[in-house]
Structure formats: C-alpha cells, structure tokens
C-alpha cells in the first residue's frame, strides 16, 4: 500500500494522508487495529479524487464518519479509509430546510436546528454519528428516523459522479437504504424541518438526554446498540431474558444497564467483541428461536456468518 500513499499525498497533501493509523483512535468502541492508509479529505473533490485513486489502482477502501457503529478487527484494515468528518461538517441554513455535509454530528445538526427554532430533529439530538452514517442506515430513536426529515442525498457514484438524489429514490425503510448496494458514498445532504417554538424544542432535547442518560451504559465506550430490532421483538429483552445481562469475554461486556449494548469495559479487543456477539447471537436463538442480526458494522478480518445471520464456530460458553 505504500504506493497508493504516495499517490494520495501527491494529490491531497502530505498533511491528510496517514500509514499504520491505529483505528481504535477512531472508534467510540475505542478498539481496532492499524489501517494501512487513513485519508482525511478537506472538500467533496478530494474524496472523489481518493476514491477515483483507489479504484484505479485497484485499493480497497472504506468509509467512515466518527466511527460510532464499527467495529475494527484486530489486524486492522489492509486497505484505505476514508474518514469523512470534522472537515467536511458545513452546515448552512435556508428558512426551513437545512444543507449538511456529511461528517457534521448529529448533535450539532440538532443544535443549530434548535437556534434556529426548527423542529423535527430532536430524536436525533442524542445518536452519537455524523448525518452521512445516519442517511446510508436510516437511523432512528424515539419514534424519528432519518425519513422523516431527509429531502435529498448528495453522493458520490461508483462512476466517480456527484449526483444529487432525492430522498424517494433511497428505499429508506428500518436501518435500510439503497445507498449501500449502489455503491454510493454520501457527501451531504438537504433536510426539511417545520417552525417550532425553542422552548418545546429543547424541553424535548432534554427530555430524551435524559432517557438516554438514566437507560443507556454512556459511561463505558460502545457502538451504540449492538444488533437491531427483530421483528415483534426487543432485542435487549431478548438477552436479558437468555440471561446474559453482564456476560462478558474478556473486557467485552453485555451492558448491565441495557443489555442491547456491548461495552468496552477498558481492555476490550475486536476479538472480545465479535466473540461475545457469537455467543449472545448462539445463546438468543437456542432461547426464543430469534436470530439477532448485528447492527454494528465489522471492519477487516472477522469468522464469516452462516446463510440465517448467525455466527458460526462459537465454542464460548
């Protein structure tokens, strides 16, 4: 990979292109090994360039925002990440709609909505993602999804295009979209909110910090909800109701508060993680006959999945 670096920092300058960056410095799980090449780009143009760069040389490469529904393999990733985040995070706002890039944080989306008195947004005011990660998953709490709010999608085509795609075309529906399989990478999007009134905006901001504050493991690194919710379930119940409330591997743990999350108790490796998830993923099925599917995405090297979503192999017990 050495020379895919050497193409990019030609290109994008030696200051926004890193080897052997350690990826548990980009995660909220705070786990990964190193990835051979972390881009930074400064503008859409960039990105495409990095993206046209690696295709042409034939690199792998993924993208990422703040890195908060991942999960980075030990061995790291062979290949380029694309992180794009604090500096492609504009935000600008036009009556009652709202252009973001896509590395802006959720929660500074919802600030500055509320400076605004716009409401809509304040399911979102507490997921801990940038707006390009929560339009290719729908993201949703509390009753609001990304759906909601989304009016159009600027991305980058597999062609190398910027393409502006308006939000009916995204097959949208839970934790689902259509960008993944396209082959797109979002590079901003346009939001519609309705006029509100501050005070019942942010009555409703903090009403839902404290939700999450009083149910959610905040304290201890995670990547948020580990698996999604099943059909007629709750997947939190379903491992409590297996008994795995505070199982753990290794520093791996089964979040005591809310059993849906997985937290890093300090020490955690990838291969913690990705074996409790086995073992709470066996032991839910041997229980209720649900298959839990992880929500949190798995970056590099991990045992594959059989064909019904399980994990295959797991001897911890």
């Not at 760069?53 to 990422?64: D, L, T, W």
């Not at 504009?90 to 802006?104: H, K």
């Not at 913690?272 to 998830?277: A, N, Q």
Request: net charge negative; aromatic share 6%; proline share 5%.
């Amino acid at each position: 990979m050495r020379n895919i670096a050497e193409l990019l920092m030609q290109k994008i300058g030696e200051d926004r292109i890193l080897t052997n960056e350690d990826m548990s410095r980009h995660t909220t799980f705070r786990i990964g090994g190193p990835a051979d090449v972390f881009a930074v780009p400064r503008t859409p143009e960039e990105a495409a360039e990095i993206v046209k760069i690696c295709r042409e040389e034939g690199a792998p490469f993924y993208v990422i925002g703040n890195g908060s529904n991942l999960l980075v393999s030990d061995d790291g990733y062979r290949g380029v990440i694309v992180q794009i985040y604090k500096n492609l995070s504009e935000i600008s706002v036009d009556g009652d709609t709202m252009t973001v890039q896509a590395g802006a944080m959720l929660s500074v989306i919802a600030k500055r909505a509320l400076a605004c008195s716009l409401a809509g947004f304040e399911f979102a005011s507490g997921i801990p993602g940038t707006i390009g990660g929560a339009v290719v998953m729908n993201a949703g709490a509390y009753g609001g999804e990304m759906k909601d709010v989304l009016e159009e999608v600027t991305v980058l085509t597999p062609e190398g295009e910027l393409r502006t795609v308006p939000a009916q075309e995204l097959d949208l529906g839970y934790r689902h979209s259509a960008i993944p399989g396209n082959g797109w990478i979002v590079l901003g999007a346009r939001l519609r909110f309705r006029k509100g009134d501050p005070q019942q905006i942010s009555a409703r901001m903090e009403e839902l910090r404290q939700q999450r504050v009083s149910k959610q493991p905040l304290d201890l690194p995670s990547a948020g909800s580990t698996f999604k919710r099943p059909a007629g379930h709750f997947a939190g119940k379903l491992i409590m109701d297996a008994g795995l409330r505070g199982f753990a591997v290794g520093d791996a743990q089964v979040s005591e508060k809310h059993c849906g999350f997985v937290v890093n108790k300090g020490a955690a490796t990838a291969a913690d993680v990705y074996g409790l998830i086995r073992a709470v993923t066996d032991r839910v099925k041997e229980h209720s006959g649900v298959t839990l599917e992880p929500e949190v995405k798995l970056l590099g090297s991990f045992p594959e999945q059989g064909p019904d979503g399980a994990y295959r192999g797991s001897d911890i017990k």
